[in-house]
């Protein structure tokens, strides 16, 4: 369990200093709106009976490619300066981030070349496939994908767009953010998934620079909680391992992402595997919006929290939906 | 293959002498808003690009319940005179009508007697039994259920709300159709599944009465094709067979729909159940949204028919979400 201790706010960070500002994600809001979808905040009655609380899913599983991974990706494929484009972009995912750079930069009309574990499910490869780019594969571990992105790029020319470490990628996700301030202006509480912190410290600093009293806390899986774990020993931390079902979290945090995390977050939820895919069959059953296991850890951070939110306005990012058949199938 | 012959809409019916108007649609929509969601209408850009035109979901697996039933339900129910609710109401219901007027009836605090098909999914019965209301199980065809509703009436002193043949019902359904205009003005084209024709005459005639020039499609299941022999025949057939997968369009047209729909309607598009089962498994895997083989009858006359509606802006709807996990299985 989660002791959930309100924690302080680090107010002697200054905001100047960190890898995004407020009017960053208000920029790329802009820029992206064309290309991105608005996605809504659906309230879902039946668990807020439940939990006695009022509970919002923002279906990011409905944005393009399937996850608030295009924000990002369209981003930063945007903000290219004209003579840089056309070498392309390079990256490294597990799986979303790929989808939605193939698709930013079909629509840049430039090149992308995308490095993807081996592992990855078979839809979330597909998917990069259907923009007419054939995924180098390399091993499930960070260090691989690095060097095998830094390799494609050193070859092609093209710029390395990180799936969550760089300023413009996270300003993309931060839109999620402004979304869920509009859309419920008020809200007490906001959970969002946390793999390398992309979507988290977007979402932070969109909603802390404005409203510091908005709780916003991280969820992650136990097999992968090397962001609790950074939290505590104040550096970076490994994931301990590599296999969690909630395949887009098995990354650890940047030194962009993580200042942010650690100077906003009110708290990081870790939870099971089993509270994962109890969550991932929640949201079929009863939310009935399609939830990739990744996408459901903040359910899951809420369903074994629930009595800490009695009574409040609580978001939860549903952050992609990319569920296979093999994935429905475990459920 | 159907071939959407472009009908001429039959002008010499009277609005005035039809079960419902446009007004008692708008009412409706003011009575329910407070109980219902007003869902959202999710473009999907991928199936846009695979069948060149437009393609908007009206995401009533989001609603209450998990269907548009909650509309029609709630209208019903608030529409009760005050010496008359205390005794309650009773309907029959192949499921999802059933779990919105328990829910309803539970809002207004006044009784609710239901009887459902034996073979209802597992899930709709739960849905009923969630709301405090122990269904009244009865053999699945018209007849049976319309006793057995009648007998519990007239035990009870209850006020039947049938389940689609009911001004109230048809024009709380009918609200689909006034916030497809509003969030979508420039539409071209709608389908709705088709079972009684509830949804179907209350979106028609908020559509219709509007703009005759928007086109609207039943979608209807081949295994009961009853409305679309009806409209051919010009009287109301029966379905030749009960077991379609899409359980909630196992049902006839009543003497209040049918007018309406054979008055207003464009087509009927039928489809297969191989087609349904298509359809279904497309909203998990591309559009991410849950629908029940019912509320995915829409989309696969879409999908059978594309080409018909290239370069259009088309609503499908979305009828409803509670796909049960044998029904999850059987795809």
């Known amino acids: 369990m989660n002791p959930l201790h309100e924690k302080q706010i680090t107010t002697s960070m200054s905001h100047s200093h960190s890898a995004i500002s407020l009017r960053d994600i208000q920029t790329a809001a802009a820029r992206i709106a064309a290309h991105v979808i608005r996605t809504p905040l659906v309230r879902c009655e039946q668990l807020s009976q439940r939990w006695k609380c009022d509970v919002h899913f923002k279906a990011e599983n409905?944005?393009?490619?399937?996850?608030?991974?295009?924000?990002?990706?369209?981003?930063?494929?945007?903000?290219?300066?004209?003579?840089?484009?056309?070498?392309?972009?390079?990256?490294?995912?597990?799986?979303?981030?790929?989808?939605?750079?193939?698709?930013a930069a079909s629509l840049r009309q430039i090149p992308a070349h995308v490095v993807m574990p081996h592992n990855s499910p078979a839809n979330k490869l597909a998917a990069v496939r259907s923009y007419g780019v054939e995924p180098v594969l390399c091993e499930p571990n960070s260090a691989a994908r690095e060097e095998a992105a830094r390799k494609l790029r050193d070859e092609t020319g093209a710029t390395l767009i990180h799936p969550f470490n760089d300023p413009q990628v996270m300003a993309g996700q931060g839109t999620v953010g402004l979304e869920i301030l509009e859309q419920l202006p008020e809200v007490d509480a906001v959970i969002v998934p946390v793999g390398g912190g992309g979507l988290l410290s977007g979402v932070l600093m969109a909603i802390k620079s404005q409203?510091?009293?908005?709780?916003?806390?991280?969820?992650?899986?136990?097999?992968?909680?090397?962001?609790?774990?950074?939290?505590?020993?104040?550096?970076?931390?490994?994931?301990?391992?590599?296999?969690?079902?909630?395949?887009?979290?098995r990354t650890h945090?940047?030194?962009?992402?993580?200042?942010?995390?650690?100077?906003?977050?009110?708290?990081?939820?870790?939870?099971?595997?089993?509270?994962?895919?109890?969550a991932t069959r929640t949201m079929l059953r009863d939310v009935r919006l399609?939830?990739?296991?990744?996408?459901?850890?903040?359910?899951?951070a809420l369903a074994e929290n629930y009595a800490h939110f009695e009574g409040q306005r609580v978001a939860v990012v549903v952050s992609g939906g990319n569920l296979d058949l093999d994935g429905l199938k475990r459920l």
Do not use: C, M
């Not at 494929?77 to 939605?100: E, F, I």
């Not at 301990?240 to 979290?249: E, H, Q």
């Not at 977050?265 to 895919?277: F, T």
């Not at 399609?290 to 899951?300: D, K, Q, R, T």
């Open 62 to 103: 409905l944005q393009h490619v399937g996850a608030f991974k295009a924000r990002g990706a369209i981003n930063a494929v945007l903000s290219l300066d004209s003579d840089v484009a056309p070498r392309g972009v390079v990256t490294h995912s597990s799986g979303n981030h790929a989808a939605a750079l193939a698709r």
């Open 211 to 249: 409203y510091p009293d908005i709780a916003v806390y991280a969820a992650e899986p136990e097999w992968a909680d090397d962001a609790a774990r950074s939290l505590k020993s104040g550096r970076i931390e490994l994931p301990a391992r590599y296999d969690t079902v909630a395949d887009g979290l």
């Open 253 to 278: 945090l940047g030194d962009l992402t993580f200042p942010i995390i650690r100077a906003l977050v009110n708290d990081i939820l870790v939870v099971s595997e089993e509270a994962i895919l109890a």
């Open 290 to 300: 399609v939830a990739e296991p990744s996408g459901a850890v903040a359910l899951a």
